[in-house]
């Protein structure tokens, strides 16, 4: 697949402008990569900072004919193309971190959002952001031990473009292998963190759950059994990893 770029120096967020363009029918394939974000989106409504030129901000508009129930495989694919991405422009292997962060030594590197619109239990879009922190300099704010980028690992600043780039070469080629038929499950699940941990899950309007994160299902849920030997499967919420 050939994807269209539209780059911006600066815009609100390159998630919301997709997603207007995506319900104005915009083409699969379609690209924003901004330098800058004045209101970058995380999940749960956080915000995500996006300083000027010092990380990778960037939405693609993907429109495969999938059930709803596969829509988390595009989230995986993306993941891999990014954990892709730094091994091949920066020599640095993060893992993925279940649902949707890359994680660096247990900080996170990126984030991604993924945004769907369906009709009845089919995809009509999917609108997936990526923001992978590239050189921000965490070390003296107050995220320092949470956050971390790929300056801070390699001691070099990475050219973005060059990341951007390869980013969305290893995208186009995995996508098209998932159009063929092959699941992303294996892959990021090999590495998924915190598989095999004990964990406490905080989900969205619910009760918390702790216990052992055993698995992710096919359509990319955790499971998690608590100390009863029940099994919970988890669709969405903040995992931390009990020490
Ligand atoms: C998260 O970790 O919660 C996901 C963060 C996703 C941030 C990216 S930056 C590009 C795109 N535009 C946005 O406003 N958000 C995503």
């Not at 999940?43 to 829509?71: C, K, M, T």
């Not at 050219?159 to 995995?174: E, G, T, V």
Request: proline share 5%; hydrophobic share 45%; glycine share 8%.
């Amino acid at each position: 697949m050939l994807f269209t770029l539209i780059q911006f120096r600066r815009t609100t967020s390159t998630q919301t402008w997709l997603r207007d363009w995506a319900r104005l029918g915009a083409r699969e394939g379609l690209v924003v990569q901004a330098l800058a974000q004045t209101a970058g989106r995380g999940r749960l409504q956080r915000s995500w900072h996006s300083p000027y030129n010092e990380g990778l901000y960037l939405s693609v508009l993907l429109r495969p004919a999938i059930p709803l129930a596969r829509a988390s495989h595009l989230t995986m694919l993306v993941s891999l193309a990014a954990i892709e991405a730094c091994q091949i422009v920066a020599g640095v292997s993060p893992a993925p971190k279940w649902p949707n962060d890359l994680l660096w030594q247990g900080r996170k590197l990126a984030g991604v959002l993924t945004e769907l619109e369906n009709q009845q239990d089919r995809l009509s879009y999917a609108v997936i952001g990526l923001g992978l922190n590239v050189n921000t300099d965490f070390s003296e704010t107050p995220l320092a031990e949470t956050a971390i980028s790929l300056q801070q690992i390699t001691g070099h600043s990475v050219k973005l473009p060059a990341l951007r780039d390869a980013y969305l070469d290893a995208l186009a080629k995995r996508y098209q292998r998932f159009l063929a038929g092959e699941s992303p499950v294996p892959a990021w699940k090999a590495r998924l963190e915190p598989l095999g941990r004990s964990v406490r899950v905080v989900q969205p309007g619910q009760t918390s759950v702790e216990g052992v994160a055993i698995d992710v299902n096919a359509a990319g849920a955790l499971l998690v059994q608590d100390s009863t030997g029940a099994i919970h499967t988890i669709w969405a919420g903040d995992v931390t990893v009990n020490s």
